[in-house]
């Protein structure tokens, strides 16, 4: 399994940086007791020997290894870096913009991206409008409201301030 | 000491308190019948609710949604064949098939039941354990918890995932986390990595919610939208008497299960249900038919996994060690408050303790009649649409994160551990333990550093004291089972 062998890599990278930053922590200990470097470094022991048994099951588990295929096209992949990009740019701008205004926007672009569709069974007035417009309504209404109902009831309801 | 629970009775009916509980049972069963919207990821997100109320009202809140969201798990394993929680895998093979069998309604009806018995015969037993234990763990010393604090992480390491050694290396960081920030004796600050926020350390709860919350967003974006067939009527939910009567020893074994399995540390409902489902497979005549529709084969998980939600509770609330991860997020709501769980908490807040066993069984009863009452609409409940909850979703995994210290870079943290939790997942990596870690590593370290303390840095406290080296011999023996099971010679 290539994942055993990245995760050991990075467990020995994350050790020798525990000894590294705990080798210029001063003195404080007095005789007979633990400083502030001893029980990150028990851990960073523990990480060692785990990741050579990490490196040994990799190695032995070789045969039936799979090859991990990163495929661009992949409908799901593309749709998780999408979702992520843009929530990435929420959280930059929440605190300039606001909660109310920036969530909003927010889940109407990713409802638009997810291909939220209105529900077929509506009364019938509602039948005419054609579905695009539809769809674009149920979005913009859902947006709205979910961004006021969270809104409420942290900011008025419960006193718990949003960003 | 009946005058506790009679002060206790009175502070949980306070309207305040009720109302909040019904609100939690209806909220947690509704995320709790959505598949893809755990238990731990609903209490997880909705923690967030609880940080301006008091610790009674906020702790009753949230027991509320986990019992329910335990419950509602059944409902779509029954109705659609997915678990709505990891809790209710096991309900799934023989739920569904006696919906297939038009027993949709009954089987419901009997979900609901079952769930309020086991869920109430794990009350009984914690309020009956929990206050003993809690003294015994009183006289606990330092020596004591260092050992159960990794007696508990080992067990979590052994039961959350296929392999043991990814089990440790998830719970070890969890641990590893925690040491940055100010260290607890010396007060020097540890890997800031000269950020100023980091001084602080890096907080459980928007860790937490990443990992459980925006790990589950990302993973149910790559699945393909689920489809639902057609879902019959739901009609007689009310359970016959003959059923229960002859479900009898089946229901009370599962429930004991359930409790027992659920109160080992990191062992959670699920583990509950599939432990029961296996006992009752086992015991039955007819276990080759197990999967069919067998009327045994849902009582047992049914019954097993409300029942772990109390055995969950007892070393959480007597020794602060999480049973599973819903009870880690409640040591760190109830930590949010000032209020650190164990055997103290018992002494100086009993009310609260009495308060939560009675708001639990509360929530129990509550489920029960939502679930009668409320059944015809559950269909068009779990008929919601992923790409319209996976949004609202990530918006409540970043104000919940947010709303702890209102600080934006805990929803920078809730992100990455989001990322960094969906990697381990696809590396078969278990992200409970790194969670578990987490509440953990401050109760090893500390204690283990006063421990050496009181003896003058002689390390031997820890193999003399009986209590001690009992628990130490135990952890050899959970990191060297899966050794062990290969030298023994194979049975049948």
Same mark, same amino acid.
């Given at each position: 399994?290539?994942?055993n062998l990245i995760a050991a890599f990075l467990l020995i990278v994350i050790s020798t940086y525990i000894y590294y930053e705990t080798s210029t922590y001063p003195k404080l200990a007095m005789a007979g007791m633990l400083g502030p470097e001893?029980?990150?470094?028990?851990?960073?022991?523990?990480?060692?020997?785990?990741?050579?048994i990490l490196i040994y099951q990799g190695i032995k588990d070789r045969v039936d290894s799979r090859t991990i295929r990163v495929n661009i096209k992949d409908k799901g992949l593309r749709r998780i870096i999408c979702v992520l990009t843009i929530t990435v740019a929420y959280m930059l701008v929440l605190p300039h913009t606001g909660f109310l205004v920036t969530t909003s926007i927010y889940l109407a672009i990713l409802f638009v991206i997810l291909g939220v569709r209105a529900p077929h069974a509506l009364p019938r007035f509602v039948e005419k409008i054609p579905r695009w417009l539809r769809s674009l309504l149920m979005i913009v209404i859902v947006s709205l409201g979910v961004s006021w109902v969270i809104y409420y009831v942290f900011q008025i309801l419960l006193k718990i301030p949003l960003p | 000491m009946p005058e506790i629970w009679i002060k206790a009775l009175s502070q949980v009916f306070e309207p305040n308190i009720f109302l909040l509980i019904v609100a939690g049972v209806l909220a947690g069963m509704v995320v709790g019948a959505l598949p893809g919207l755990t238990a731990t990821m609903s209490v997880g997100i909705l923690v967030g609710l609880t940080f301006g109320l008091q610790p009674l009202q906020g702790l009753s809140m949230l027991i509320g949604i986990y019992c329910g969201a335990i419950y509602g798990g059944s409902i779509s394993a029954i109705l659609i064949n997915i678990p709505g929680t990891p809790a209710s895998a096991a309900s799934c093979a023989d739920g569904y098939a006696l919906s297939q069998k038009?027993? @949709?309604g009954p089987t419901l009806g009997l979900a609901a039941v079952l769930s309020f018995i086991g869920g109430t015969i794990s009350v009984l037993i914690l309020a009956s354990f929990a206050p003993p234990i809690a003294r015994v763990a009183l006289k606990f010393s330092p020596v004591e918890y260092t050992m159960l604090a990794l007696f508990g992480l080992s067990i979590i390491a052994y039961v959350s995932g296929k392999s043991l050694v990814k089990g440790l290396v998830s719970g070890l960081l969890g641990l590893f986390l925690k040491c940055w920030g100010i260290d607890p004796i010396y007060g020097y600050p540890? /890997?800031?990595? *000269?950020?100023?926020?980091?001084?602080?350390?890096?907080? /459980? %709860?928007?860790?937490?919610i990443g990992a459980f919350g925006l790990t589950e967003v990302i993973f149910q974006l790559k699945a393909k939208e689920y489809k639902i067939g057609i879902i019959q009527k739901i009609t007689n939910v009310f359970p016959k008497l003959s059923v229960l009567r002859k479900q009898a020893f089946n229901i009370v074994r599962s429930a004991i299960i359930g409790t027992f399995v659920g109160a080992l540390p990191g062992a959670g409902c699920d583990i509950a249900a599939w432990v029961a489902y296996g006992e009752a497979k086992r015991a039955s005549r007819h276990s080759d038919k197990f *999967?069919? +529709?067998?009327?045994?084969? %849902?009582?047992?998980?049914?019954?097993?996994?409300?029942? +772990?939600?109390?055995?969950a509770m007892i070393p959480m609330l007597t020794?602060? %060690?999480?049973?599973?991860?819903?009870? @880690?997020?409640?040591?760190? @709501?109830?930590?949010i408050h000032g209020l650190r769980p164990g055997p103290l908490l018992f002494r100086q807040h009993p009310?609260?303790?009495?308060?939560?066993?009675?708001?639990? /069984?509360?929530?129990? @009863?509550?489920?029960? %009649? /939502?679930?009668?009452?409320?059944?015809?609409i559950f269909p068009k409940v779990i008929a919601t649409p992923k790409n319209v909850l996976m949004p609202i979703i990530v918006v409540l995994c970043c104000v919940g994160s947010y709303a702890m210290r209102n600080s934006i870079f805990d929803i920078y943290v809730m992100f990455i551990f989001g990322i960094i939790g969906y990697f381990m997942r696809r590396a078969d990596f278990p992200v409970a333990p790194l969670v578990l870690g987490m509440i953990l590593g401050p109760i090893a370290e500390s204690n283990m550093r006063r421990a050496l303390l009181i003896s003058g840095g002689n390390p031997w406290v820890f193999f003399t004291r009986p209590i001690s080296a009992t628990l130490l011999v135990m952890i050899i023996i959970f990191l060297m089972s899966p050794y062990l099971r290969k030298l023994l010679p194979a049975r049948r």
């Open positions: 399994m290539i994942g001893v029980f990150p470094r028990l851990l960073a022991l523990m990480f060692i020997a785990l990741s050579a | 038009g027993q @949709a540890r /890997f800031t990595f *000269g950020q100023m926020e980091l001084v602080g350390g890096v907080e /459980f %709860i928007p860790v937490m *999967g069919t +529709g067998m009327v045994e084969g %849902i009582a047992a998980p049914t019954t097993a996994n409300n029942a +772990g939600t109390g055995g020794l602060g %060690i999480p049973g599973d991860s819903v009870t @880690a997020i409640l040591i760190g @709501a109830l930590m009310d609260l303790v009495y308060g939560l066993f009675i708001a639990m /069984f509360l929530a129990n @009863a509550l489920f029960l %009649i /939502f679930g009668l009452a409320g059944a015809r």
